[in-house]
């Protein structure tokens, strides 16, 4: 475990290149991700999961509220990611659907311990998974050879895309798995794929299509109708999560700037996380305090985790070659992975 002290706003960078996408006339309602007035420090804790029963670096792709996560892990025979469960230090292999060492990847936990992800198939095809009380479930797909799951939330409702008819597999299509039922969710006018990659209590479902105008459009369904995502402007985007209260993170190309930036969404208002000096940001993940997590560039080309929140990017892995967050809970505890040199492994990250 390590800790590191952060007195106040960190990214100067970032910071002005958020108040010059304020003033861009191309985006009107963009809101300035401006540093609070009375700077704070920032206790910052690393705690390493390397050492488990695996002795291997894992993934960590979600966490609950208390405390359970969830990722991908090399097994104990060491010829496959798996699966796992961590809980109060103890790593369970959750399985997967194929015969022998099967891939399989777990990509969330609700507050009930019921797990999201997918497996290696039988056929070799990757197939949306559900872990109930230890038992797997095949999601199925839309009549296509794959399917993958991305979120789930309190209820126990998965949401991700699946390959449709078509050679190989026809375009991703968006779904939504409820009691034991995988259904398609509208397709928005004009487009002919789509991907869903989070869910709130609510169902509120966000993600993103693409079709002939942009290669990729954020989205939100509501009650099942796609709307495109408000305030982004006419640019590529991606809605990533969404929280209890409707506030969503995701990405967009910034008019004007090289590059792709995070950001933070309520009621059509965007806000531009900006980055840590590179041109790069994006977010994995959002819990009900509106705090954000992700990974971006630094000006040194460097792949980092941030943690946002109030308008200050926070960098989470200054002395890493390499950082990412990929989920936090509304505690504010988030996991994610470190490394150097090929080398990567599961931490948590408390901020205070």
């Known amino acids: 475990m390590r800790r590191q002290i952060v007195s106040g706003p960190l990214s100067v960078a970032a910071l002005l290149a958020l108040s010059a996408c304020a003033d861009a006339p191309t985006a009107p309602a963009t809101a300035a991700s401006a540093a609070p ?8 804790t690393t705690t390493d999961l390397a050492a488990t029963d695996y002795g291997k670096p894992f993934n960590p792709r979600g966490v609950s509220g208390s405390g359970i996560i969830v990722g991908a892990a090399v097994n104990a025979e060491q010829t ?14 959750l399985g997967a659907l194929g015969p022998g060492p099967g891939y399989s990847q777990a990509v969330a936990v609700n507050s009930a311990g019921d ?3 997918y497996s290696q198939a039988a056929d070799g095809n990757l197939h949306a998974i559900r872990w109930h009380d230890g038992v797997m479930t095949d999601l199925g797909t839309l009549a296509g050879g794959f399917s993958i799951a ?18 190989p597999f026809g375009p991703p299509h968006a779904f939504v798995w409820r009691d034991g039922v995988m259904t ?3 397709m928005p006018d004009g487009g002919i794929g789509s991907l869903a990659s989070g869910i709130n209590a609510a169902g509120d479902i966000v993600g993103w299509s693409f079709g002939t105008v942009y290669l990729h459009t954020a989205m939100i369904w509501r009650d099942g109708v796609p709307t495109t995502l408000a305030g982004l402007g006419d640019v590529n985007s991606e809605a990533v999560a969404i929280n209890a209260r409707g506030d969503i993170a995701g990405w967009r190309v910034v008019p004007g700037i090289i590059g792709e ?6 009621d059509g208002v965007v806000t531009d996380l900006g980055t840590l000096g590179g041109p790069f940001s994006f977010p ?3 819990n009900a305090r509106g705090e954000v997590v992700g990974t971006n560039l630094t000006a040194d080309g460097r792949q980092h985790a941030f943690y946002w929140k109030d308008g200050v990017m926070i960098d989470l892995t200054p002395d890493e070659t390499f950082g990412v967050a990929q989920g936090i809970n509304d505690a504010g505890e988030i996991v994610g992975s470190i490394g150097g040199g090929g080398a990567t492994h599961g931490v948590i990250w408390t901020v205070r």
């Open 184 to 186: 398609p969710l509208a």
């Open 261 to 266: 930036h995070a950001f933070f969404w309520h």
């Open 115 to 117: 797990i999201a992800g």
């Open 37 to 44: 007035a009375a700077a704070r420090a920032v206790s910052i």
């Open 80 to 93: 496959n990611f798996r699966a796992f469960r961590w809980d109060r230090g103890e790593l369970t292999d």
């Open 150 to 167: 991305s979120a789930i939330n309190a209820r126990g409702d998965i949401v991700g895309w699946s390959g449709t008819t078509g050679f």
């Open 284 to 286: 994995t993940a959002i």
